[in-house]
């Protein structure tokens, strides 16, 4: 690899972790130096040729990412939008080196999955958190809530107590309590935003048994902390006055619970894949859950894969159930 382009590895990476950077002035700043390593006149960078592409994905592949290289390639490709330049390649050729991108990038490159939450691991929250403390019933209603609707954190918390913005984020006159033609009753949450789309989205839950029923906690939560119709949903008392929830205070005080559990704390998008492994393992069909979990795509099904041997013996206990469920996340048979 040539020298310059490995000083921007390094300038770009931390402590040998590589991070997704999509922004476009990255990636401009890496396609300009490759092409000065290469020493590609100017008029050729742009409109950029197939030939130049190529061999542009191609130097990128096995020092990063797929996600990375996607990332750098979308920034060109944005470059030439915005300056009305011909973008005219061979999207097989241009698929099949991204996808060489994933067999040779680098360990230290690839994300970790995370763990999912369990009903197990809600209990253990439900039992570490402090539901004396405002705080920590606002949490834990926001952890079941999240849970529930299988949504993400960023969809129930706010950045940082500065933010709440009541176009953007949801409060207590965005919930309403429903039902369906069976009579049976839902909570619907409408979200003025969501993670994968700008427009408002409706998500809801329904009572559960145990530890991950959401609407106890959420009747608590009500209940002790009592957020101002306008407010962040999540509002929790704090020394005379209001805070919203931010997603700082919801991960670390998860965080907290889990040490006190004695277990390794998991990543927020955790409550995310374990909401859907629970929805799947309740013979939910898969579109549904890719609709209800928000999925733009199939990439949740490498979850899936990877926490096989966790959703091990509820598929044994019964396999007949199991099966839309196994012709997913098993590989083909080759005969």
Known sequence: ?????????????????HCILSSYSSSLLVFHVFCNAKSIPDCDQAPASTQLIALFISSLAGQ?????????????????????LIWSHNDTEIKA???????????????????????????????NLNLMNPAGVAVFACLTTTFGCTAHIGEFTVPH???????LHIKPSNV?????????????????????????????????HGPSNPQAAFQNHIAVDGPPVDGHL??????????????LKFTTSLSSAAKKAGIK?????????????????????????????QWASDAFLIYLCCHAQILAP???????????????TMPPIHR
């Open 1 to 17: 690899m040539n020298s310059n382009i490995s000083g921007v590895q390094s300038w770009h990476s931390g402590s040998g972790v």
């Open 64 to 84: 990063y990412s797929r996600s990375m290289v996607a990332n750098y390639l979308q920034g060109v490709h944005t470059w030439h939008i915005v300056h009305c």
């Open 97 to 127: 080196l991204l996808k060489a991108a994933v067999t040779l990038a680098l360990t230290s490159s690839k994300c970790k999955p995370h763990e999912p939450y369990t009903i197990d691991v809600l209990s253990l929250m439900r039992d």
């Open 161 to 167: 107590l500065g933010a709440f913005n009541p176009l």
């Open 176 to 208: 309403m309590h429903q039902k369906d033609r069976q009579g049976l009753m839902v909570t619907n949450f409408h979200l003025p935003r969501t993670k994968s789309a700008l427009l408002s989205k409706d998500i809801s839950w329904a009572q559960q």
């Open 234 to 247: 999540f509002t929790y008392r704090h020394k005379g006055g209001y805070h919203p929830l931010t997603k």
């Open 265 to 293: 704390p998991l990543q927020g998008h955790g409550v995310h894949i374990g909401s859907t492994l629970k929805c799947l393992l309740h013979n939910v069909p898969f579109d549904v859950i890719k609709i209800k979990g």
């Open 314 to 328: 509820y598929i044994q206990a019964s396999p007949p159930l199991h099966e839309s469920f196994l012709w997913y």
